[in-house]
């Protein structure tokens, strides 16, 4: 069994739903109303005892007969030791224990699903049949006056024994019955109780099962980006003699090539470099997917990022016929985050931007003050909400654009709009999730608008330093 | 089974098991009504909600035998809807017999094979060996259309080991029948374990013909 598993619930006796101690069930104050009424309907004095021998519920006076024998010291010795063989009777079923006086109780057992769990005492009553003071009791002590005993039997209830019979089952009824209900509610408490518990034992073991399973799944990812890193690294060291020696033939060291060598050698070099590209990317992907990749944070400006972007890429884009655009707000504050990599994101962008830009298209690039908003709601919004200054860079181009269902996976690592585009335009499908996980790792945002035929607008959103 | 020395008291808990809305509810209330007052006691319905027993019910049974053992039968029926299985599971605990109910209709074949399944992880979660728990199978509802045949039921009883019973619970046919029977089987196999023979002078034929006796079975057939 497993260790962690939480204890099954205690021994509440559901097992057996039996009541183990008859005051743990009932409600004692019911039984004193219960024991109080039939004092005032009969006169009969009525008590509860548990098994236990605990007296639960009692409503009685004390007869004016056992006043009197109190004040005799034969009589009180008399009276008492016949009172506790009544208190102390254990019958299997109803009795009559008969006292000094003559006067009889009625002592029952409570029998509560075939188990003994207590007895009810009523009385002392006198029996109707009983027409004679009983001669011990005269005898009892030697200075008892007959008198006084006449008139203090007189005031002591008389009940015939068919009357008792039934004043009896009524009691037991009536006990029975406030028993039972008790009975329902414990055990329905019980196994309320019980069923939550267990419900949550088995809940903890399946958190328990997922959890292992999610920690394997967490050690799988990182032997995978593990892999990915060595595996990267291992294939960029030949790969830089390759286009090392490649460059060298190309530029003549090793001797003058013939027009057909050349061009040979500068396809290797290229396709060399385009799979270092692809290597690189490899790379940084891992890095940070396994939060390796550091990212420095300093004040960057951000008219001079846009303008070295666009400039690096006026070159190509001019080559193909395409007008590039910069529009920067005047008086921005600085941007907080890494140059190089922020540079990365644009460059990325940029490249898209260019590549799938038809002849006498534009791309321009921008940036504006902007606000961050983590789109916190419900309670403290207000606080949480609050939105922090940003500066939103914007690569737009008016190129072939992507359909809307495709934007919420182009960020998807190897993930391509249309997987023949790589044939045509190059690229690896690594450049934007590359580009989400820089924007993320500097707790930006990136969004993206596209219209198929239109164009594209990419907008990434980068906390500016704060106060200025 | 709990054994009360000192009480000279044994307690048999018997659970009625088996898939929503079989008649285990309803087999309760017919042993409780055909059985004398002085031997069953008040029938006990722990939480309903539209008439489905959301916890258990619980029927008390009691039996004096000649050698002055008080023999304590308890009978709990558990919820049959499939989410309630943490109290079916509790329910279980310590049973020394089981009685499954199974709705006779062909329509529920699927439900019973669930239940039953169901039934066999849960003995074995509360440590209970259902390849050796007294077990008795019943076909109730056998008043209703679209039912498994008598032919087909007996001819599938003989390949299981259990005791089946067919019963039409509502009218009380059949239901003391599957009762004994499972008092039987459990008596039985609580013999073997405890020798209660040995131990309280319980004869297991003699007590077995009493408890009949009192359900008024044999007294039946000896008029």
Excluded at chain 1, 121 to 150: F, M, Q, T, W
Excluded at chain 1, 406 to 425: C, K, M, N
Excluded at chain 2, 4 to 29: C, I, M, W
Aim: include cysteine.
């Amino acid at each position: 069994m497993n260790e962690s598993r939480p204890a099954p619930a205690p021994a509440l006796d559901i097992a057996l739903g039996d009541i183990t101690r008859l005051d743990e069930v009932v409600d004692r104050e019911a039984l004193r109303d219960v024991c109080r009424s039939f004092f005032e309907l009969f006169g009969l004095s009525a008590r509860v005892f548990s098994s236990e021998g605990t007296l639960l519920a009692d409503a009685h006076e004390e007869p004016a007969i056992h006043a009197y024998l109190r004040t005799l010291p034969r009589g009180r010795q008399l009276l008492d030791q016949s009172v506790d063989a009544v208190v102390r009777a254990h019958p299997e079923k109803r009795t009559q224990l008969s006292e000094l006086t003559g006067a009889v109780y009625d002592v029952v057992p409570l029998v509560y699903q075939g188990r003994r769990v207590g007895r009810f005492v009523l009385g002392p009553y006198l029996p109707a049949e009983l027409k004679e003071v009983p001669r011990a009791l005269l005898k009892s002590d030697p200075g008892i006056d007959k008198e006084k005993v006449r008139t203090a039997l007189a005031s002591m209830p008389r009940v015939r024994e068919a009357t008792a019979e039934k004043i009896v089952a009524h009691m037991n009824g009536i006990i029975d019955l406030l028993l039972f209900s008790s009975h329902r509610a414990h055990l329905t408490s019980e196994m309320h109780v019980a069923s939550v518990r267990e419900s949550y034992r088995e809940l903890a073991e399946k958190t328990a099962k997922l959890q292992a399973a999610y920690e394997r799944l967490k050690e799988l990812d990182r032997l995978k980006s593990n892999f990915l890193a060595t595996v990267s690294h291992e294939l960029r060291t030949p790969l830089t003699s390759i286009i090392g020696y490649s460059e060298m033939l190309e530029s003549g060291i090793a001797g003058d090539l013939g027009a057909e060598q050349k061009e040979f050698v500068e396809t290797i070099h290229a396709k060399g470099d385009q799979l270092l590209a692809l290597i690189t990317s490899l790379l940084d992907l891992s890095k940070l997917e396994q939060g390796a990749m550091k990212v420095e944070a300093e004040p960057v400006e951000p008219r001079a990022i846009v303008e070295d972007i666009a400039k690096t890429f006026t070159p190509a884009a001019h080559k193909k016929g395409i007008e590039v655009v910069v529009e920067v707000e005047e008086g921005l504050p600085r941007v907080m985050g890494d140059p190089i990599r922020i540079k990365q994101v644009l460059s990325n962008l940029a490249e898209n931007a260019v590549k799938f830009t038809p002849q006498g298209g534009t791309v321009r690039f921008g940036a504006k003050a902007a606000e961050l908003d983590d789109g916190a709601s419900g309670l403290g919004a207000v606080l949480m909400a609050a939105p922090r200054r940003a500066i939103a860079f914007t690569v737009r181009d008016s190129g072939i654009g992507m359909p809307r269902e495709e934007l919420p996976r182009i960020f998807d690592a190897f993930y391509q709009v249309d997987g023949s585009s790589t044939r045509e335009h190059g690229g690896t499908g690594l450049g934007l999730s590359i580009v989400k996980r820089l924007v993320d790792a500097h707790e930006g945002s990136i969004e993206v608008e596209s219209f198929v035929g239109e164009g594209t607008r990419f907008v990434v959103t980068l906390p500016s330093v704060e106060g200025e | 089974m709990q054994i009360d020395f000192q009480a000279r008291e044994l307690t048999v808990k018997l659970v009625y098991y088996g898939p929503a809305l079989s008649g285990k509810t309803t087999n309760l209330q017919a042993i409780h009504k055909l059985v004398t007052p002085d031997t069953a006691g008040r029938l006990m319905t722990l939480e309903t909600r539209d008439d489905r027993t959301l916890f258990f019910d619980l029927l008390p049974l009691t039996f004096s035998s000649g050698s002055g053992i008080q023999v304590r039968f308890k009978l709990f029926t558990v919820p049959g809807q499939v989410i309630h299985n943490a109290t079916r599971r509790l329910v279980l605990q310590g049973a020394d017999g089981t009685a499954f109910i199974a709705d006779s209709q062909v329509a529920e074949t699927r439900a019973n094979q669930q239940a039953f399944l169901n039934m066999q992880e849960n003995l074995r979660e509360n440590g209970l060996d259902p390849t050796s728990h007294p077990l008795v199978i019943q076909f109730n509802k056998r008043d209703l259309p679209g039912i498994r045949t008598d032919e087909e039921i007996d001819r599938l009883a003989e390949r299981g080991s259990e005791p089946v019973f067919k019963a039409v619970a509502i009218r009380g046919v059949g239901v003391i029948e599957t009762f004994l029977g499972l008092t039987d089987l459990t008596w039985r196999a609580l013999e073997e374990k405890h020798s209660l023979h040995e131990k309280f002078g319980l004869d297991p034929d003699e007590f077995l013909r009493d408890v009949r006796v009192r359900l008024g079975i044999e007294g039946r057939a000896a008029e």
